[in-house]
């Protein structure tokens, strides 16, 4: 059995309820570290209105909302249909590649979290099931692994929720990555 720990206020990784897998397996650490990034996302939602959630914070349009849509479609797309199971991803239209990135008007911010919250127990569902060393095919026709597919998702949802991090900041102020003690 994995030795977890409380990672208390002040101390390296500091979150409320965070169990930190120290000494824990490779699979288990990357699927930990994974959901803290997880959970940084959904919290930068918190408190917010619809408004706000939907406003283009970028030139490019990039809203919170449309964030959290986007690493719904990627979760799904990485764990499920590279290693052929259910998936609910964002049809992809050669007009709008982007379309994956914004919350269309008919969208509610309840149907995009709930999006959110399906693609990441399908994902964890997939991660519970094959090991690291299992391969898949990308949606490039490459074989790649579980194991790089969990590093590249840590990767890309860091990525985003670092830009949640700026894009909240500009809205209220609020920054960090984890709720406060």
């Known amino acids: 059995m994995t030795a977890t720990h409380d990672v208390g206020p002040g ?3 500091a979150q409320m309820g ?4 120290f000494t824990g397996g490779e699979k288990e650490s990357l699927q930990v570290s994974l959901d803290r990034h997880r959970d940084a996302v959904l919290w930068k939602l918190e408190g917010l209105d619809d408004a706000q959630l939907r406003r283009p914070m ?3 349009g990039t809203s919170l909302l449309g964030l959290v849509k986007h690493l719904a479609s990627v979760e799904y797309g990485w764990f499920c249909e590279t290693f052929v199971r259910p998936a609910d991803t964002v049809p ?15 969208e509610t ?9 399906r693609a990441r ?3 964890d569902e997939a991660i519970a099931d094959l090991d690291v060393e299992d391969l898949g095919t990308a949606w490039f026709g490459d074989p790649v692994s579980m194991r790089w597919v969990l590093i590249h998702m840590i990767e ?13 900041e500009l809205i209220d102020g609020a920054t960090g990555d984890h709720r406060p003690s």
């Not at 965070?18 to 897998?21: D, I, T």
């Not at 982007?98 to 919350?103: E, K, S, V």
């Open 156 to 168: 890309d949802t860091a990525r985003h929720a670092g830009q949640m991090d700026i894009l909240r």
């Open 58 to 60: 970028t030139p490019t």
């Open 109 to 117: 911010t309840a149907d995009i979290v709930a999006y959110y919250g």
């Open 11 to 13: 101390r390296y990784g």
């Open 18 to 21: 965070l169990r930190v897998p």
């Open 92 to 106: 992809i239209d050669p007009d709008d590649p982007d379309a994956d990135m914004r919350a269309a008007p008919d």
């Open 121 to 123: 127990a399908a994902a």
